[in-house]
C-alpha cells in the first residue's frame, strides 16, 4: 500500500506565473485536501475534494483552484502567483470525508516564488 | 473563532527525560485531535489519533490525552531520544471539513 506522494518536491516560479501541484492519494482514500505551512507557522486549509466535487473551502482566493480525478488523485493550481504564495504545500488523504476519519500527509511541495 | 494553540513554541530536553507537550483549544465541540510529528521541511506523520469519545491513546513511548471540557490535549513522551527531535503540531476537526492546526512546539533532545 502506497502512501500519499506529491509532485513536484520543489519548484521555483516568477511573479504573475501559474502552477499546479499534485497528488496521488493513499489507496483506498477518495478525500483530498490541501493545505499551505508558511515558514514557522501551522498549516492552513485550503480546501478539500470529495469525490471529485470541492467539498469545503478555507479562506483563500479564487485563483487557488483544484481538481479531484476519478482515480482520486488530484490538482491544486494557483494563478498569478504572488511572492506571499511561497511555503511548503501538503496534501492530505483520508479514507471518507466526515468528522471522525485520520489524514495521511504528503512529503510537500515546497514553492518559492521570485 | 475555533482555535488550537501549543505553547511552549520550543522545548530543549535532555536525552532520557519525559516530557509533556500541550495543546488547547477554544471550542469543546471537538470530532477529533490528531498528532502530527514534522522535521524540518517535511510533511507530516501522523502519530495519534484520539476521537472525541476517547480520553487517550498509546502508541509506543507516546500517549495522547484528551480533556475536552478543559479545551487541552497532551502528548507525552516517555524516555526521550535525539531522534524525537522535531516540530510537533497538534490539529483538530472541528466538524467543518477541515483540520485546525496550531503553530506546533519545536522539540529538541540533547544528548
Known amino acids: 500500500e502506497t502512501g500519499v506522494t506529491q509532485s513536484p518536491t520543489h519548484l521555483i516560479k516568477t511573479r504573475g506565473q501559474q502552477v499546479t501541484l499534485r497528488c496521488s492519494s493513499q489507496?483506498?482514500?477518495?478525500?483530498v485536501s490541501w493545505y499551505q505551512q508558511a515558514l514557522g507557522q501551522g498549516p492552513q486549509f485550503i480546501f478539500q475534494y470529495y469525490r471529485e466535487e470541492e467539498n469545503g473551502r478555507g479562506n483563500f482566493p479564487p485563483r487557488f483552484s483544484g481538481l479531484q480525478f476519478p482515480n482520486y488523485s488530484s490538482e491544486l493550481n494557483v494563478n498569478a502567483l504572488e511572492l506571499d504564495d511561497s511555503a511548503l504545500y501538503l496534501c492530505a488523504s483520508s479514507p471518507r470525508t466526515g468528522m471522525n476519519t485520520e489524514a495521511f500527509f504528503g512529503q510537500g511541495t515546497r514553492l518559492t516564488v521570485v | 473563532k475555533q482555535e488550537v494553540t501549543q505553547i511552549p513554541a520550543a522545548l530543549s530536553v535532555p536525552e532520557g527525560e519525559n516530557l509533556v507537550l500541550n495543546c488547547s483549544f477554544t471550542?469543546?465541540?471537538?470530532?477529533?485531535l490528531q498528532w502530527f510529528r514534522q522535521d524540518p521541511g517535511k510533511g507530516l506523520t501522523s502519530l495519534l489519533l484520539i476521537q472525541s469519545s476517547q480520553r487517550e491513546q498509546t502508541s509506543g513511548r507516546l500517549n495522547a490525552s484528551l480533556d475536552k471540557s478543559s479545551g487541552r490535549s497532551t502528548l507525552y513522551i516517555a524516555a526521550s531520544q535525539p531522534g524525537d527531535s522535531a516540530t510537533y503540531l497538534c490539529a483538530v476537526n472541528f466538524g467543518n471539513e477541515k483540520l485546525t492546526f496550531g503553530t506546533g512546539t519545536r522539540l529538541t533532545i540533547i544528548p
Open positions: 471550542d469543546s465541540a471537538i470530532y477529533n
Open positions: 489507496s483506498g482514500h477518495n478525500t
